[in-house]
């Protein structure tokens, strides 16, 4: 079979089960597919990827049953969502699943021990102050493979979240996103710039716990150079803030995943609407603003 002839296969294929409402299909482009995962064995193949991301790519700290089982697991992946990207060129392989995020809705974190972002901040004033009618969803352990870290494997992931909003109602997505080290004064001049520029309003305000806090107001706003900021922010904050998110208070450096880690606060209602225009356009109307 030709290349050619395959990618039409499989276009094919994704756009046959889309139009059919495949519940768990959010969308393609391409060979490239993004939905949930079904079985034990995607989930397996994104825990995968994110032991090669995150233990072998970047600088995580595997314990002995990680680097034995050469997977990034822990108890959340038994009851969260897991959003993949799939290239369907690859087969069924588990080396098909080339991007994923991991998805903790409000109503599931409640029925099992809480959000894995309580680890590192103080969010349960923020969710007392949105009280019963605002819902949450935490995004978390989000990893691409390097070949495909590009804008098409992104706005695949991006329009299976926002899919999965509208699916289930939700209102405000928020998690870590992180920078590569474990030092902050390496990175004084960007967390400045996101205290500076993007903290949230009193009423979104997330503080981390008082024995991991680290302060990112390093630099006086007007020491702050903010083209050579942006520069040292990766690109998936970039996403975010460009997006139109907020920045918790303060940072927390995760040594065993080797990072310095900012809270994203996202209401669905703040998303710009240039995003909003593009996502519409593009994958039919998102959630609404409210």
């Known amino acids: 079979m030709t290349s050619a002839k395959a990618d039409s296969d499989v276009n094919s294929l994704t756009a046959a089960k889309a139009l059919a409402g495949d ?8 060979s490239l597919e993004v939905r949930l995962s079904r079985n034990a064995q995607e989930i397996d193949a ?28 822990d108890r959340f992946d038994d009851f969260c969502d897991h959003l993949l990207v799939i290239d369907h060129k690859l087969g069924d392989s588990l080396d098909a ?13 409640e029925k099992n021990g809480g959000f894995y972002t309580a680890s590192e901040y103080d969010i349960a004033p ?38 999965y909003l509208s699916l289930h109602n939700l209102d405000v997505m928020f998690g870590c996103a992180s920078f590569n080290t474990i030092n ?23 503080r981390a716990l008082p024995d991991r806090y680290v302060e990112m107001n390093r630099m006086a706003k007007e020491e702050v ?11 998936m904050i970039k996403g975010y803030l460009r997006a139109g998110c907020y920045i918790g208070d303060g940072a927390v450096v995760d040594e065993q995943f080797g990072t310095t ?9 703040k998303i710009s609407e240039r995003y909003l225009t593009k996502w519409a356009a593009k994958f039919g109307a998102p959630p609404e603003k409210n």
């Open 23 to 30: 519940p768990d299909s959010f969308g393609q482009s391409g």
């Open 46 to 73: 994104a825990q995968k990827l994110r032991y090669h991301v995150f233990y072998e790519e970047m600088s995580a700290k595997p314990d002995a049953e990680t680097l034995a089982r050469k997977r990034d697991f």
């Open 97 to 109: 699943v080339v991007g994923c995020y991991r998805l903790l809705r409000q109503d599931v974190a």
């Open 126 to 163: 923020l969710l007392e102050r949105a009280g019963p009618n605002m819902h949450f969803l935490e995004l978390g352990r989000s990893c691409v493979l390097p070949p495909y870290r590009n804008k098409p494997t992104v706005e695949l992931l991006w329009q299976g979240i926002i899919r």
């Open 184 to 206: 902050p004064d390496e990175i004084a001049l960007p967390l400045a710039y996101l205290h500076h520029e993007f903290s949230a309003p009193p009423e979104w305000h997330v």
């Open 225 to 235: 150079n903010a083209r050579e900021a942006i520069r040292a922010v990766p690109p």
């Open 261 to 269: 880690d900012v809270l994203i606060i996202f209401p669905v209602s």
